[in-house]
């Protein structure tokens, strides 16, 4: 068993670093370096960045108190809450894609807040509010696996301490967990950045406009322009090893899944 | 002085039932019981922590009974301490001293003051995952008492520490309440705390007070058999009293009868405690009433002393030093006279639906005289 194992571990280690070997191997430096001074590149990091910025923060927010009330209180209907925040992570980012477009586009709500000069569809904005949608759960999951693992009478003490409830929260349980949070903004920062699927469903795949670095890639293959679909590639994976390094270093005792 | 009148909450599986206290200024006062007894939820509610369903909670003359746990000046130490790990020893003790918004200078003098106190003062700038339990204790307390508050709560601050430790801490709490002139209320399952640190104590079980009083009266008068097993007397007798003259005779179950000074009749336990139990080779005259012969059944080494189980028509244990059993020779089987004094037998009435679970609450004063 052990052999096989071995065996088949080494190979699996060879397959993976060889693809990404190629790719760094098709693309040398000059040629990275040539294709990072191109606009539409320049557009699809800055979009990128900022997108991506902005929906892990609006995550981090939001999901600070969804996930503390799923590990600390008992309330009716818990597991059907749990379930339905859960659903974006199973869902596959195209079907969520075009739920989203449906929502804005077709429903009454959807219909009034583009009304109230939120407008998603096809804009920078949809690129965000699909990011979130799409990336929400796992910050959910990671911050309340954070969470459930810190004793609540750590709080306790505080109180007793002078801090108020929000103050407790804030003073020691988010301190302690920042691990958690550390690791879930890495996975959700690098998921943002990534994220090809809901994206382009709902904010469209439009050059110099809502062009995301993996929809540069897109749009770039189609076109037949490899030398651009590879830089914007190797900047993504580029990403994704720092982003592994960061979850690696610190993910400690938290689980992501 | 903390009063509580009427306490009662649900909280998951473990109910506080109408629950009455008064514990007196300057008082160690230890709640013994079983777990699930409802022994943290109690001191949680009176920290503050849970809001009672019906009841109060005063304190002097404050009451406090929906006060936030900040503004009630009641210091917390749990069983596992919750020193804050990602802050140093010093910033923990002087953690309630920032809320409270006192000057840095003067912070750092009070954190030294109990620092010193708790001769803990070469570990402020350590973290607390790298103290021993016996540390992380002293910081948990010093963190709680940098505050002076007028009560501390200990919810069993010894269990995790080892014997030798939990020893010295006891030592510890002594020269802090001797100090500091804190009230402590802790809870526990150890005797040992009991004798060395309690001035009363409240038996607690199924989240009601059953016993309440000053420690050497609640040991030599147990309110039921719950008490009495729970605080290990380890003679309890079955039987039946009746008065004789101005005498009370204990006929048990098995075995021959005895006397007791209690004017307790009719179905009865008797207890006895073991350490009450002298031990002779031959009878002998004495003002002690009751003095039964019997046989050695077994001899059990438990530290510095020898518990002897005797065979007199009923088991009957007797606690001797190492040193008495190895003079009268005991072993299995040894003849032997066991002799104790009516006054050390306490009879507990046994209710006529003999359900043990239904014995009613005694409050103090109602404890029986002997």
Known sequence: MRKIA????????????????????????????????????????????????????????????VAYALARYQFPGKWIATLVLTVPLTLPPLVAGIALLLFFGTTPWGRALDQAGFVVIFTPLGIIVAEVFVNIPYMIRILRSAFSTINPRYEHVAKTLGCTETGAFFQVTLPMARHGLLAGTVITWSKAIGEFGAVPMLAGATTMRTETLPIALYLNISGGNLDLAVAAATILILISLAALCAVEYFDKGVHVF | ???????????????????????????????????????????????????????????????????????????????????????????????????????????????EEMSSLLEISHLTKRYPGTLSGGEQQRVALARALVLKPEILLLDEPMSALDGRTRERMRMELSHIRKH??????????????????????????????????????????????????????????????????????????????????????????????????????????????????????????????????????????????????????????SKIYSTFKASAVHLIQVPPSAQRDEIEPLIPGNIPTI
């Not at chain 2, 109060?56 to 929906?66: A, K, N, P, V, W």
């Not at chain 2, 059944?297 to 530290?303: A, C, L, Q, V, Y």
Request: aromatic share 6%; with cysteine.
């Open chain 1, 6 to 65: 071995l065996a088949i571990t080494i190979i699996l280690f060879f397959i993976i670093s060889a693809t990404i070997l190629g790719l760094f191997l098709y693309s040398p430096l000059p040629v990275l370096a040539q294709s990072l001074t191109n606009p539409e590149i320049q557009f699809a990091i800055g979009l990128s960045l900022v997108t991506s910025v902005i929906s892990t923060i609006i995550c981090i927010a939001v999901a600070i108190p």
């Open chain 2, 1 to 111: 002085m903390l009063r509580i009148e009427s306490l009662s909450i649900t909280l998951d599986e473990f109910p506080v039932r109408d629950v009455s206290l008064e514990i007196r200024p300057g008082e160690y006062f230890i709640i013994l019981g079983p777990t699930g007894a409802g022994k943290t939820v109690l001191l949680e509610t009176i920290a503050g922590i849970h809001a009672p369903d019906s009841g109060r909670i005063f304190l002097g003359d404050r009451e406090i009974t929906s006060t936030e746990p900040r503004s009630r000046n009641i210091g917390m130490v749990y069983q596992d301490y919750m020193l804050f790990p990602h802050l140093t020893v010093g910033d923990n003790i002087a953690f309630g001293l920032h809320r409270k918004k006192i000057s840095s200078d003067k912070q750092h003098a009070l954190v």
């Open chain 2, 180 to 333: 500091t002139g804190t009230t402590i209320v802790q809870i526990t399952h150890h005797l040992d705390d009991v004798f060395a640190l309690a001035d009363r104590i409240a038996i607690m079980r199924e989240g009601r007070i059953v016993q309440i009083g000053e420690t050497s009266d609640v040991f030599m008068h147990p309110a039921d058999i719950f008490i009495a097993e729970f605080l290990g007397i380890s003679n309890i007798i079955r039987g039946n009293s009746s008065r004789h003259g101005n005498i009370t005779r204990v006929t048990p179950v098995a075995g021959p009868e005895f006397f007791a000074a209690s004017d307790v009749l009719g179905d009865i336990v008797a207890t006895l405690h073991a350490e009450d139990v002298i031990l002779s080779g031959e009878p002998f005259v004495s003002s002690a009433r009751n003095c039964l012969p019997g046989t050695a059944s077994e001899i059990i080494p438990f530290g510095n002393t020898v518990r002897v189980i005797l065979d007199v028509g009923f088991p009957l244990t007797a606690l001797l030093t190492r040193e008495s059993c190895h003079d009268l020779r005991l072993e299995p089987g």
